[in-house]
């Protein structure tokens, strides 16, 4: 028997979160063991009116690419690729895994490679999407592989997952909703100020968002969400900060980061566990040592750390932020071909003041 919820989150994706229309062009883009709720968002995309074209990946076909590709095979752009970022209306990409791991014996150089040459495609899917002209979300599949990063089992897991996307409520959609309204109210309280500081046992930071825009993510583009971000201005970060939770990128866990920031920039870099991948992400291009985005998370009902950066980044108490490129619609003007986020609780005596107002203390809005 098929589980209600994932009818429920399907409908999500496809009515809310890309709101596709007759005539849409709908990419949906899942993982092999995701066929479930792949077969759910084809179903009502269809009768939504869409078009939907359904492409499949796993990390095994990854592997293998990465494995034999040559440099200039690493380099090689899909013309198909090209068309799909250009043209699709509507984009749909869900998640899982048989493997969290499967990459971890991939050189680095080679994922930094791939990830150069597929910049040019990033860049035309922010670009229009903050021009409105395309509509994304990415959400993930509960699957056994997660339950295990998440140490839980598949039963607890999916429990977690639908609580989380609020697809085991009776209408998700108005819970969303609802997220968007408490959510609006601080991004408007944040509109036309300029100094932040963030002060905790594990930050000491400063930075500057006089003249950027705070995002409201209301679950449009990440099922679930519930955090509101910024581009920072990108030479105004100073400080430093010690992030409480491992960072996970291309199948590699890298544990005990901390940055030291000067005008804008990573001058120092620091991992208990691959450092040297770290290092080599750092080093991709000229914006990754720069912030593109600084986030707060407001999803209360994620409270346990899952090695899942979907879920984790959203979690009620903690701020993120990203190296690299920044969105756009934020103002943020820096461009890499690296996005990574990395997590600071702030739960324990921790503050954010806003043009010295008291924003945030210890978890949770002041305003």
């Known amino acids: 028997m098929s589980d209600p919820r994932v009818e429920k989150l399907a409908a999500t994706l496809v009515n809310y979160c890309t709101s596709v229309k007759p005539g849409d062009w709908v990419w949906v883009r899942g993982h092999v063991l995701a066929l479930p709720l792949i077969e759910e968002v084809v179903r009502a995309a269809t009768l939504a009116g869409g078009n939907p074209t359904v492409t499949l990946f796993s990390e095994e076909l990854d592997e293998a690419f990465l494995a034999a590709a040559n440099d200039a095979q690493l380099g090689w752009l899909s ?61 993930q599949f509960p699957c056994p592989a997660y ?18 996307t609020y ?85 590699r866990e890298v544990e005990g980061v901390e940055f030291v920031f ?9 991992a208990r566990k691959n450092e040297e991948f770290l290092l080599s992400q750092l080093d991709s291009d000229a914006g990754a040592r720069y912030l593109g985005e600084f986030a707060v998370g407001t999803n209360y009902q994620i409270q346990r750390f899952t090695k899942s950066i979907l879920y984790d980044e959203k979690i009620g108490g903690t701020v993120h932020m990203a190296i690299g490129a920044g969105y756009p619609e934020t103002g943020s003007r820096n461009q890499s071909s690296v996005h990574w986020d990395f997590i600071c609780d702030m739960r324990q005596d921790s503050e954010i003041l806003v043009d010295g107002e008291l924003f945030y203390k210890d978890g949770q809005f002041q305003v």
């Open 147 to 164: 339950a295990q990063d998440a140490d839980m089992s598949l039963r607890d897991y999916e429990n977690f997952v639908y609580a989380a």
């Open 79 to 139: 013309p198909i690729d090209e068309i799909m970022a250009e043209k699709v209306d509507a984009r749909i990409v869900i998640s899982a895994a048989h493997n969290t791991r499967a990459l971890n014996g991939i050189e680095p150089r080679k994922q930094q490679l791939q990830q150069n040459a597929r910049r040019k495609i990033s860049q035309t899917f922010m670009q229009r999407s903050a021009a409105g002209t395309h509509r994304w979300v990415g959400t």
């Open 262 to 270: 000067k005008e804008g920039k990573v001058v120092e870099a620091h």
């Open 167 to 251: 697809a085991d409520q009776q209408d998700p959609v108005q819970c969303w909703h609802k997220v968007h309204d408490t959510q609006q109210h601080l991004v408007d309280w944040l509109k036309g100020k300029d100094q932040v500081i963030v002060r905790g046992p594990h930050i000491d930071l400063t930075l500057s968002i006089a003249g950027r825009t705070f995002a409201n993510s209301d679950g449009k583009r990440n099922m679930p969400s519930g955090e509101i971000f910024t581009g920072p201005v990108e030479d105004s970060v100073n400080g430093w900060v010690k992030f409480t939770y491992p960072a996970i990128r291309g199948g």
